[in-house]
């Protein structure tokens, strides 16, 4: 090895330290971006902080938790003030996509979710001040409420939360009207809304938190004799790659997780191919699962985490 060459390596080993050094000092640990942040030799999940978490607690996938999160984020770690002062962390925007299912059965799940979206936003706005909102609903068709533009306040947010949980008794899909009259729902045609049609910031940590008790059909079906199904699972996949969303999916994960946290025919679930996380709808209504606190720890997991596939 030429002295060139040595003398570049320990440059490289120095520098290593010196960042290694920055980061333990007063660092906390980030549930989910596959490093031991505060230096305890534990990671993520096997970590004390994040071990008893909602979101560690959750259905895990063979994607890991929390390894997503959109790799134009800014990711910095500031040492302030001295050796013993906390390091700072320094993100880009925070979107969420609400994207639920509004057909009869789901008033109790919308009543969990409302019950702890005050908790939810309380912990975006404090990573991200200017944390954005939105909402996509859907029973065999769907709708961007209000144009998926972010709700200026929790307030109006839940009362958003309120119309929808009341339509759920209405037993209409929210475009056509048309009465629901089969089981599936049309997950698909929604999280597609979510990842075409709603405004995304650059570089935002980009989270779509789906709400469901049904499985799903593909393009060409029609649900209940009247609406058509406009996309197939494929298409949502590459759509939410493509956008980099990942997805915090509140299914029956015992009866219908294919496609979420199951293979959907030969592909992977939606859930892995976003590196998400996969929580059971039964559990929420059963009252053993916080809805509002799993997405709070979800999206505090997520935001400043790379998008890994």
Not at 74 to 79: Q, S, T
Not at 154 to 166: C, H, I, N, P
Not at 190 to 195: Q, R
């Given at each position: 090895?030429?002295?060139?060459?040595?003398?570049?390596?320990?440059?490289f080993?120095?520098l290593?330290?010196a960042i290694?050094?920055?980061?333990?000092?007063?660092?906390?640990e980030?549930?989910?971006n596959g490093s031991?942040?505060?230096?305890?030799g534990?990671t993520?999940?096997?970590?004390a902080?994040?071990?008893?978490?909602a979101?560690c607690l959750a259905?895990s996938t063979?994607a890991?938790m929390?390894?997503?999160?959109?790799?134009?984020?800014p990711?910095v770690l500031?040492?302030?003030?001295?050796?013993?002062?906390?390091?700072?962390?320094?993100?880009g925007?925070?979107?969420v996509i609400?994207?639920?299912?509004?057909s009869?059965?789901m008033?109790g799940?919308?009543?969990a979710?409302?019950?702890?979206?005050g908790?939810?936003?309380d912990?975006a706005?404090?990573l991200?001040?200017?944390?954005r909102?939105s909402?996509?609903v859907?029973?065999?068709?769907a709708?961007?409420v209000?144009g998926c533009a972010?709700f200026?306040?929790?307030?109006?947010l839940?009362g958003?939360?309120d119309?929808?949980?009341s339509f759920?008794?209405?037993?209409?899909?929210?475009?056509?009207r048309?009465q629901?009259?089969?089981?599936?729902e049309?997950s698909?045609?929604?999280l597609?809304l979510?990842?075409?049609?709603c405004?995304l910031?650059?570089g935002a940590?980009r989270v779509?938190?789906h709400?469901?008790?049904?499985?799903?059909?593909?393009r060409?079906a029609v649900f209940?004799?009247?609406v058509t199904c406009q996309?197939?699972?494929?298409?949502v996949s590459?759509a939410f790659v493509?956008q980099q969303?990942?997805v915090a999916s509140?299914?029956d994960?015992?009866d219908?997780p294919e496609?979420?946290?199951?293979p959907?025919?030969?592909a992977?679930g939606?859930?892995e191919?976003?590196?998400?996380?996969?929580f059971?709808?039964?559990?929420?209504v059963?009252?053993?699962?916080?809805m509002?606190?799993?997405?709070?720890?979800?999206v505090?997991?997520?935001y400043c985490?790379?998008?890994?596939?």
């Amino acid at each position: 090895m030429t002295s060139t060459r040595a003398s570049s390596l320990t440059l490289f080993v120095l520098l290593t330290l010196a960042i290694a050094g920055c980061r333990e000092r007063g660092a906390r640990e980030i549930c989910g971006n596959g490093s031991d942040d505060d230096g305890d030799g534990a990671t993520d999940c096997a970590d004390a902080t994040c071990a008893s978490t909602a979101a560690c607690l959750a259905t895990s996938t063979d994607a890991g938790m929390f390894d997503a999160g959109p790799a134009d984020a800014p990711f910095v770690l500031v040492d302030a003030q001295g050796p013993d002062a906390p390091a700072v962390v320094e993100c880009g925007p925070l979107d969420v996509i609400f994207v639920l299912d509004v057909s009869t059965s789901m008033e109790g799940s919308l009543n969990a979710l409302r019950d702890g979206i005050g908790d939810v936003w309380d912990a975006a706005t404090a990573l991200s001040p200017d944390a954005r909102f939105s909402m996509i609903v859907f029973v065999d068709d769907a709708l961007a409420v209000n144009g998926c533009a972010p709700f200026a306040t929790v307030s109006e947010l839940r009362g958003a939360f309120d119309t929808w949980r009341s339509f759920c008794a209405s037993n209409e899909s929210p475009v056509s009207r048309a009465q629901n009259y089969d089981f599936p729902e049309n997950s698909l045609d929604a999280l597609y809304l979510a990842a075409t049609d709603c405004t995304l910031r650059e570089g935002a940590t980009r989270v779509v938190v789906h709400v469901t008790d049904d499985t799903f059909l593909e393009r060409p079906a029609v649900f209940s004799d009247a609406v058509t199904c406009q996309h197939t699972f494929p298409e949502v996949s590459r759509a939410f790659v493509a956008q980099q969303l990942r997805v915090a999916s509140f299914h029956d994960t015992a009866d219908y997780p294919e496609g979420f946290s199951r293979p959907w025919e030969s592909a992977p679930g939606l859930v892995e191919q976003t590196g998400g996380a996969s929580f059971s709808l039964d559990e929420v209504v059963a009252g053993r699962l916080n809805m509002g606190e799993a997405i709070r720890t979800f999206v505090e997991a997520e935001y400043c985490t790379p998008f890994l596939i």
